[in-house]
């Protein structure tokens, strides 16, 4: 069972546009975390926002725990934006995270 | 500022062979520690977290060990790779206190031919 599910899989835009990215778990959390993960691996970490809302930049993240979802919304895309975006939460037994398989953005010029 | 490195940077081994993969995080005293592995084209799964010196627990079996030597070392191995041990190896570590976000190295590529 894939305890956090993202969608979509993948997404394709032309710059500028908005994306909006959607995270949920099936089991209760208190601790969620945005990466992008760069194509040569590497994750950087966007946002972390256990609850509400969170900003960075032209990131937005809104977690609504009792729903067990979270999103992740990026304005304004860029070519550069494209890669592998990944929601992870952590398990209420502490220390133990589960990542989501991804979604592929790719922007288009 | 706080830095973490992966060493080596990718191998090449053959199946039976050990295998030793490292991990040090400088500039943060007493840091939680985790070790993660990621198939090609898979999902980033959990292999073991470490909260002090010497102690480390596993959360997936893949026939892999891990060890914390020092407050800012974090080692992994295995006396017998398999090919299923192909992947990119992330380490990460978070404050002490409190879960807080992860802040992941820049990983190790590992091939088992």
């Known amino acids: 069972e894939q305890q956090v599910q993202q969608s979509p899989a993948s997404l394709v835009l032309q710059e500028a546009e908005n994306a909006e990215l959607q995270c949920s778990f099936s089991i209760f959390t208190n601790q969620v975390q945005w990466f992008y993960q760069r194509p040569g691996g590497r994750l950087v970490s966007l946002l972390y926002?256990?609850?509400g809302t969170k900003q960075s930049g032209r990131l937005t993240s809104t977690t609504v725990i009792k729903e067990r979802r979270s999103s992740l919304h990026i304005s304004s895309s860029q070519i550069t934006d494209s890669g592998t975006y990944l929601c992870?939460?952590?398990?209420?037994?502490?220390?133990?995270?589960?990542f989501g398989k991804g979604t592929h953005l790719h922007v288009l010029p | 500022a706080q830095t973490i490195h992966q060493w080596p940077v990718a191998e090449i081994k053959a199946v039976g062979s050990p295998l030793s993969l490292g991990c040090t995080i400088k500039g943060k005293s007493s840091p939680n520690l985790y070790w993660y592995w990621q198939a090609t084209g898979g999902t980033l799964q959990q292999l073991f977290y470490s909260i002090t010196v010497g102690q480390v627990e596993s959360v997936v079996q893949l026939n892999l060990s891990a060890s914390r030597p020092k407050d800012d070392q974090f080692i992994l191995s295995t006396e017998k790779l398999l090919l299923s041990h192909s992947g990119f190896y992330l380490c990460?570590?978070?404050?002490?206190?409190?879960?807080?976000?992860?802040?992941f190295g820049p990983g190790t590529r590992l091939l088992v031919l």
């Open positions: 992870a939460m952590e398990d209420t037994n502490a220390y133990k995270v589960i």
């Open positions: 990460a570590w978070s404050p002490g206190v409190n879960q807080d976000t992860q802040y």
């Open positions: 926002n256990p609850s």
